[in-house]
């Protein structure tokens, strides 16, 4: 699909894929059309879109923009740490985000995919560009509900089916170094970071991750989101954008709730609310005891 050579390097080049006549298509756009292999054209503003890749894995780093980590008071470590997401999050541009109906605190976490293009294993830093497919717009959503339980391997809190938009499509030919990422909510800016600021630069990310675990085509690696992930309310247009790489676009919708009450359900305490509204969104005394907790 995509030619060799370096990721950040050569004209700009993007890749989607959309449902067209119940087939899956790989298109090209160009202005307000999208171009199929064969030649034929497609309204843009009608495509139904698929997400861009097929990953066999999608890693996240936990935290690398030191925004975020002065928002909730932590000192970012040496070294990132990470957790998965499935691969059943996965979701595309224009698709909905579902709220489960006995869940509240439903985040936005704007952020930039790097999508593996070719199995990698032991690459140094600076050949990670040359094993990627190219980066898109993606939203980490999270259900905070689920803190409580699932805060560090974030299974449920991130892991819910539909939690991963990618897209629209897959680009390379853009030194996204340069660029920043930032989410809107129905049209006003409501975060953004750009990747010069990041702790952990996303070439380190990627060989510290492949000197053990095999990347392989279609992968999805997270970077990292800026500081003020909130909560999204039914009916919310949410937007990722990242220069040069375009602008992902989800709305949200809310799904019924789970029909058997079976294991942990969620919570409204304040440990949830503190993550899922930062540290604004406490109590006076809640923000003294959790002040109190972290010393």
Same mark, same amino acid.
């Given at each position: 699909?995509?030619? $060799? ?126 094993? !990627?497919?190219?980066?898109?717009? $993606? ?11 699932? $805060? ?53 990310? !990627? ?21 003020? $992930? ?66």
């Amino acid at each position: 699909m995509f030619s $060799s050579g370096n990721v950040l390097e050569g004209e700009r080049e993007e890749w989607r894929r959309i449902l067209f006549e119940g087939v899956p298509h790989w298109v090209t756009p160009r202005g307000e059309v999208l171009v199929l292999g064969d030649g034929r054209e497609v309204d843009e503003a009608t495509a139904t879109y698929l997400p861009p890749c097929d990953p066999t894995k999608i890693l996240c780093v936990h935290l690398n923009y030191p925004c975020r980590a002065t928002e909730f008071g932590v000192k970012m470590g040496p070294t990132p740490t990470y957790f998965q997401k499935p691969t059943t999050t996965m979701n595309a541009h224009r698709g909905h985000v579902h709220r489960p109906a006995d869940c509240q605190y439903l985040n936005y976490e704007g952020e930039i995919a790097a999508i593996v293009g070719k199995p990698m294993r032991n690459v140094a830093p600076e050949d990670t560009w040359y094993y !990627l497919a190219g980066f898109a717009p $993606s939203n980490d959503v999270g259900c905070h509900d689920y803190r409580d339980t699932d $805060s560090g391997g974030m299974t449920r809190v991130k892991g819910m089916d539909g939690f991963c938009p990618v897209g629209p499509g897959i680009v390379r030919g853009v030194d996204v170094r340069e660029s920043a990422v930032r989410t809107l909510i129905n049209g006003e800016i409501v975060q953004e970071g750009k990747v010069a600021e990041m702790t952990y630069g996303i070439d380190y990310m !990627l060989a510290d991750l492949c000197r053990h675990i095999t990347l392989l085509p279609g992968d999805v690696v997270l970077t990292g989101t800026p500081a003020n $992930s909130r909560p999204m309310t039914l009916g919310d247009v949410v937007e990722v954008e990242a220069d040069g790489l375009g602008r992902l676009t989800n709305t949200v919708a809310e799904t019924p709730a789970p029909a058997h009450a079976v294991g942990h359900q969620p919570t409204d305490t304040a440990a949830v609310r503190s993550v899922a509204l930062g540290p604004g969104g406490l109590t006076e005394e809640e923000r003294k005891a959790r002040e109190g907790f972290r010393r």
